[in-house]
C-alpha cells in the first residue's frame, strides 16, 4: 500500500505512538489521506506499481502517443487506427482511466473520444519496504 486512509483522530493517535516508538511507522505508509477519492487527486492515480508498469507497456506506449498525434474521434476510431480489436482496446482504455492516464470527451451521439490527461508517470520503487510510490503528473492548466 503506498498510502493510509483514516480520520483527523486515528492519524494524531498514530502519530502519538510513533513519538513513543518510532518503530511503530516502519510498515506504516509515509501519506495519509481522509478517503481514496482525496488520495487518487492528489497522487493522481491508486494503481499500484506492478500494475503501472504491466499497463505501460511498449504497445500501451505507443497507443498513448497515437491518441495525442491523431486525436481519435471515437474509440472505434482509435481500434481502426491502432489495429486492435475495440473490445481488447476498452480495456485497455478503462484500465488506464483508472490509472488517472487518459479520460473520454463525449463527442456526437454515444461517441467517447480517447484523450491523454497525464504527461508523466513516476515510479518510486522501494525494493526493501512497502513505501513504493506511483504518481501521475498532469500539465497545468493555463
Given at each position: 500500500?503506498?498510502?493510509?486512509?483514516?480520520?483527523?483522530?486515528?492519524?494524531?493517535?498514530?502519530?502519538?505512538?510513533?513519538?513513543?516508538?518510532?518503530?511503530a511507522?516502519?510498515?506504516?505508509?509515509?501519506?495519509?489521506?481522509?478517503?481514496d477519492?482525496?488520495?487518487?487527486?492528489?497522487?493522481?492515480?491508486?494503481?499500484?506499481?506492478?500494475?503501472?508498469?504491466k499497463?505501460?507497456?511498449?504497445?500501451?506506449?505507443?497507443?498513448?502517443?497515437?491518441?495525442?498525434?491523431?486525436?481519435?474521434?471515437?474509440?472505434?476510431?482509435?481500434?481502426?487506427?491502432?489495429?486492435?480489436?475495440?473490445?481488447?482496446?476498452?480495456?485497455?482504455?478503462?484500465?488506464?482511466?483508472?490509472?488517472?492516464i487518459?479520460?473520454?470527451?463525449?463527442?456526437?451521439?454515444?461517441?467517447?473520444?480517447?484523450?491523454?490527461?497525464?504527461?508523466?508517470?513516476?515510479?518510486?520503487?522501494?525494493?526493501?519496504?512497502?513505501?513504493?510510490?506511483?504518481?501521475?503528473?498532469?500539465?497545468?492548466?493555463?
Amino acid at each position: 500500500m503506498t498510502y493510509k486512509t483514516g480520520t483527523i483522530g486515528e492519524f494524531m493517535k498514530w502519530t502519538k505512538r510513533v513519538v513513543t516508538e518510532p518503530a511503530a511507522a516502519e510498515d506504516t505508509p509515509k501519506r495519509w489521506f481522509d478517503s481514496d477519492a482525496t488520495a487518487a487527486q492528489t497522487l493522481g492515480t491508486t494503481t499500484s506499481p506492478e500494475a503501472m508498469v504491466k499497463l505501460l507497456s511498449e504497445e500501451n506506449l505507443e497507443l498513448l502517443r497515437l491518441i495525442v498525434k491523431a486525436k481519435p474521434s471515437s474509440v472505434h476510431e482509435l481500434a481502426t487506427l491502432a489495429h486492435r480489436k475495440e473490445s481488447n482496446l476498452s480495456r485497455t482504455l478503462r484500465k488506464l482511466r483508472e490509472a488517472g492516464i487518459v479520460d473520454f470527451e463525449e463527442g456526437p451521439g454515444r461517441a467517447r473520444a480517447p484523450r491523454l490527461t497525464a504527461r508523466r508517470v513516476t515510479l518510486e520503487l522501494d525494493l526493501i519496504g512497502p513505501g513504493s510510490v506511483v504518481s501521475v503528473e498532469r500539465p497545468t492548466v493555463n
